[in-house]
Nanobody
Framework: QVQVVESGGGLVQPGGSLRLSCAASGRIVHIYAMGWYRQAPGKQRELVATIASGGRINYADSVKGRFTISRDNAQNTVYLQMNSLKPEDTAMYYC?????????WGQGTQVTVSS
């Protein structure tokens, strides 16, 4: 069974850092892209960052210069390094994977930025 599982959320003060991880597992033939979306209470889910199989990276304007997405191809894992966190970054963060011929979502990991 193909799935993606996130880890690494938590509570952090403004200006702090967190690193999220997302591992894809199961019988994976091809990874087209993986990335991160987030959803704050009362808002729609929005793209944070994605990385395609060819290495192309896309960031939301709101996180450019603060967040960095990277991957470990051998481990089928992507990471999201989040620096200079702001209260408006508070949300449930979901891992996304375009794997084989399907789209897969993780259960989400909560990130709370508060003093």
């Amino acid at each position: 069974q193909v799935q993606v599982v996130e880890s690494g959320g938590g509570l952090v003060q403004p200006g702090g850092s967190l690193r999220l991880s997302c591992a894809a597992s199961g019988r994976i033939v091809h990874i087209y892209a993986m990335g991160w979306y987030r959803q704050a209470p009362g808002k729609q889910r929005e793209l944070v960052a994605t990385i395609a199989s060819g290495g192309r990276i896309n960031y939301a304007d709101s996180v450019k210069g603060r967040f960095t997405i990277s991957r470990d191809n051998a481990q089928n894992t992507v990471y999201l390094q989040m620096n200079s966190l702001k209260p408006e970054d508070t949300a449930m963060y979901y891992c996304y994977g375009a794997l084989n011929r399907g789209n897969y979502w993780g259960q989400g990991t909560q990130v709370t930025v508060s003093s």
